[in-house]
């Protein structure tokens, strides 16, 4: 199974004057073009949220018009700059998300990697994470639906410390890391976690699992260090699953003109 990654594209609505905006749209637009010369075509596109600058309804259809571009299906969750009603607004038609739910949680079950959604957003709104008790207990209960069936996280804030970042540790409660930590080392047939929100690329071991973040699709927001050769151009990551041991996941700059494979 093949899985396309993109994350924090932090667009504005279609109409945006500001020329920021519409170089992120642009971002966008080639990590789609990217993502539909691939060979294969990947299995499912992921977005780990933050897909809007503040979260309007404009900004949600035009990320809407951009992303129907997107020749595999693609599987969202929010991130804080979207908030959970707008993108489940937006989204709930698509049917793999649960119109009126009080976290977006849910279980894609049509590949050969089950991927399971986890809803990071804190109760007030804030820029940081949490993941509450219900939250946790219905993860457990998803996960031990399928206990053989090989399974990727995907969420908005990673649960490990990104230590390049101005503030390292993106949930509110430290507890939150530990507590997701718990519940995945609990289930072994996770295999992954995927996560966006920092920006810049990290990877790390959550409850036995590898994890990671990667950078923005946005450029102008990428933090970390890269080279002269990809500035001004998206990058966004492509992992792969094999049975015999897992993922393996590769950072892909848009435009390269190269096929994966
Ligand atoms: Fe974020």
Redesign the pocket.
């Known amino acids: 199974m093949i899985i396309a990654q993109i994350t ?1 594209t932090h667009l504005a609505a279609a109409n945006a004057a500001d020329p920021v905006f519409r170089a992120r749209a642009e971002n966008l637009r080639e990590c789609i073009a990217d993502i539909n010369g691939l060979d294969p075509m990947p299995d499912a596109v992921i977005h780990t ?2 897909m809007t600058q503040h979260g309007q309804a404009a900004e949600f259809a035009h990320a809407r018009s951009l992303l129907a571009a997107l020749e595999a299906p693609l599987y969202v969750i929010p ?3 979207d908030g959970r009603e707008g993108m489940v607004r937006a989204f709930a038609g698509d049917g793999y998300m649960m119109p009126d739910c009080a976290f977006v949680h849910y279980a894609v079950e049509e590949h050969p990697v089950r991927l399971v959604a986890v809803d990071s957003l804190a109760a007030d709104g804030s ?1 940081k994470g949490d993941l509450c008790h219900d939250r946790l207990a219905a993860l457990d209960a998803t996960l031990a639906e399928a206990p053989a069936q090989p399974t990727a996280l995907f969420m ?1 804030h990673p649960p490990f410390d990104v230590p390049t970042a101005p503030d390292p540790f993106a949930y509110q409660r430290r507890r939150a890391g530990s507590d997701l930590a718990a519940v995945v080392s609990r289930h072994p047939q996770v295999v992954r976690i995927f996560t ?2 920092m920006h810049r690329p990290w990877t790390a071991t959550v409850g036995g699992v590898a994890a990671s973040t990667v950078p923005s699709v946005a450029v102008d927001l990428r933090k970390g260090h890269y080279a002269p050769t990809m500035a001004g151009r998206p990058v966004y990551q492509v992992h792969r699953f094999e049975g015999d041991w897992g993922f393996a996941s590769e950072t892909r700059l848009a435009g390269s003109g190269a096929i994966s494979r």
């Open positions: 924090d949220g933050d991130g804080n700059r820029a908005h966006g929100h």
